[in-house]
């Protein structure tokens, strides 16, 4: 037993010297890379469109918005689902107010070419 403590003592010894100077090394290793690192990030960032990046932004700005106003309609929508009588009423209410557009839109062929002379010119509108 004696034997092996000495040996044990003289190993941990060793260990802690080379931990010291490995300590040392990986000190200036790490300072060394730290600065490689920042010098690539550096020249990576020089070479960006910065106005691309403002579009991107954007872009996902409205997407983020849009994404949550979804989330607040259904969460009201779920809500008002909860009430006994308003589906009903809601479903109802569609009811009426499509066939009032209807009635007030597609009774005659002049109203019928009027709607769909306005969706030709929305569509080329918006789709080009």
Excluded: C, H
């Excluded at 100077?21 to 020089?46: C, M, P």
């Excluded at 409205?62 to 607040?72: K, W, Y």
């Amino acid at each position: 037993m004696s034997d092996t403590t000495p040996d044990a003592a003289e190993q941990t010894a060793a260990t802690e010297v080379d931990t010291g100077a490995t300590a040392g090394e990986a000190e200036v290793s790490f300072s060394e890379r730290y600065s490689e690192i920042l010098t690539k990030v550096n020249s990576t960032l020089d070479q960006v469109d910065w106005s691309q990046m403002g579009r991107i932004g954007k872009a996902t700005g409205v997407i983020v918005a849009v994404i949550v106003a979804q989330i607040l309609i259904k969460g009201v929508l779920d809500t008002i689902n909860l009430l006994p009588v308003v589906p009903g009423l809601l479903e109802l209410l569609g009811l009426v107010v499509v066939g009032q557009w209807s009635w007030q839109n597609l009774t005659t062929s002049e109203k019928r070419g009027a709607v769909v002379a306005k969706v030709q010119t929305l569509r080329k509108e918006y789709l080009g």
